[in-house]
């Protein structure tokens, strides 16, 4: 069984275990979009607790 090489792009894991991923809304399109909310979009969130089991279970088999 395989990682998800898609997975590895977008996902990173907190020390605790918990999984952030890059905010989104910030690829184009931003002239559209006000200026607080492209301040706090900036940086990684962390995964909602349902997401992370499906995220660790589907995509990392191998990771913690």
Do not use: W
Not at 28 to 52: C, I, P, W
Request: proline share 2%.
């Amino acid at each position: 069984m395989k990682t998800k090489s898609g997975a590895k792009k977008r996902f990173r894991f907190t020390g605790t275990g918990k999984v952030k991923h890059g905010v989104v809304g910030k690829r184009h399109g931003m002239s559209k979009r006000g200026n607080r909310f492209l301040r706090q979009a900036t940086g990684m969130t962390v995964v909602s607790e349902s997401d992370t089991r499906i995220i660790k279970r589907n995509f990392f088999p191998y990771e913690r």
